[in-house]
């Protein structure tokens, strides 16, 4: 499978705005880049995910590197209700293998 | 309002004892995954239901059994042959396809004495 990189903590200022970086050099072709996060205790929740071009949503952004080989996770104006754990996901595109394989992901840390 | 249950939130077993995991979804999705989490670490896939009456193991299933009898539920028993069975139990669900997000319960924190 193949396997993510990402930092294990980073703080940022709140409302300020927040790049989470992401690295997947082994990406395939089909591979979806999904990302979640998670707060204490609590089950993760869906981001936000992408195949080749940048997207947004209510959430956030992705920006997706020309290679596909490295992604960032863009929270615009970071709240306190912004610190989680951030995973970054590679996910199969095709029916029949629906794995998620979490890492160990990014603690964002906010501060007021 | 649609989503996914796992009840209880808390459960305390003695060692040698099997338990049930109820997981119930009613957002109409075909995938259903059990996952388990350990302090500090990312979440590990158990198993996973891609349509009723099938499942396949994922990467730590030795020790969990499941089934899918129903297309809303997926109950994950947790076996006295589980070697570390206390830990942050989680039950996701998506529809079909690599694409879709996984939804999340709200998990059961399981504790074996």
């Given at each position: 499978?193949?396997?993510?990189?990402?930092?294990?903590?980073?703080?940022?200022?709140?409302?300020?705005?927040?790049?989470?970086?992401?690295?997947?050099?082994?990406?395939?072709?089909?591979d979806y880049i999904h990302w979640y996060r998670q707060l204490p205790s609590q089950g993760p929740e869906y981001v936000i995910h992408g195949l080749?071009?940048?997207?947004?949503?209510?959430?956030?952004?992705?920006?997706?590197a020309?290679?596909?080989?490295s992604s960032t996770l863009i929270l615009h104006r970071a709240t306190l209700r912004d610190a989680a754990v951030y995973y970054c996901i590679l996910r199969w595109g095709n029916f029949g293998n629906e794995k998620l394989t979490f890492g160990t992901g990014t603690r964002l840390t906010i501060i007021p | 309002?649609?989503?996914?249950?796992?009840?209880?939130?808390?459960?305390?077993?003695?060692?040698?004892?099997?338990?049930?995991?109820s997981c119930e979804q009613n957002l109409n999705h075909d995938a259903m995954?059990?996952?388990?989490?350990?302090?500090?670490?990312?979440?590990?896939?158990?198993?996973?239901?891609?349509?009723?009456?099938?499942?396949?193991?994922?990467?730590?299933?030795?020790?969990?059994?499941?089934?899918?009898?129903?297309?809303?539920?997926?109950p994950l028993t947790v076996t006295s042959a589980q070697k570390n069975p206390t830990a942050f139990y989680l039950c996701a669900s998506s529809r079909q396809g690599g694409s879709d997000e996984q939804y999340f319960g709200p998990g059961t924190r399981l504790t074996v004495t």
């Amino acid at each position: 499978d193949a396997k993510t990189t990402q930092p294990n903590s980073m703080e940022s200022n709140e409302e300020e705005p927040v790049h989470l970086p992401c690295n997947h050099s082994t990406i395939s072709g089909t591979d979806y880049i999904h990302w979640y996060r998670q707060l204490p205790s609590q089950g993760p929740e869906y981001v936000i995910h992408g195949l080749t071009s940048n997207v947004n949503n209510r959430m956030a952004s992705l920006a997706i590197a020309e290679d596909r080989k490295s992604s960032t996770l863009i929270l615009h104006r970071a709240t306190l209700r912004d610190a989680a754990v951030y995973y970054c996901i590679l996910r199969w595109g095709n029916f029949g293998n629906e794995k998620l394989t979490f890492g160990t992901g990014t603690r964002l840390t906010i501060i007021p | 309002d649609g989503g996914i249950t796992q009840s209880p939130k808390y459960l305390f077993r003695k060692e040698g004892q099997n338990v049930t995991l109820s997981c119930e979804q009613n957002l109409n999705h075909d995938a259903m995954y059990w996952y388990r989490q350990d302090p500090g670490q990312g979440l590990r896939l158990i198993y996973y239901s891609q349509i009723v009456n099938d499942f396949q193991k994922g990467d730590i299933a030795e020790g969990y059994s499941v089934s899918r009898e129903k297309k809303e539920s997926f109950p994950l028993t947790v076996t006295s042959a589980q070697k570390n069975p206390t830990a942050f139990y989680l039950c996701a669900s998506s529809r079909q396809g690599g694409s879709d997000e996984q939804y999340f319960g709200p998990g059961t924190r399981l504790t074996v004495t």
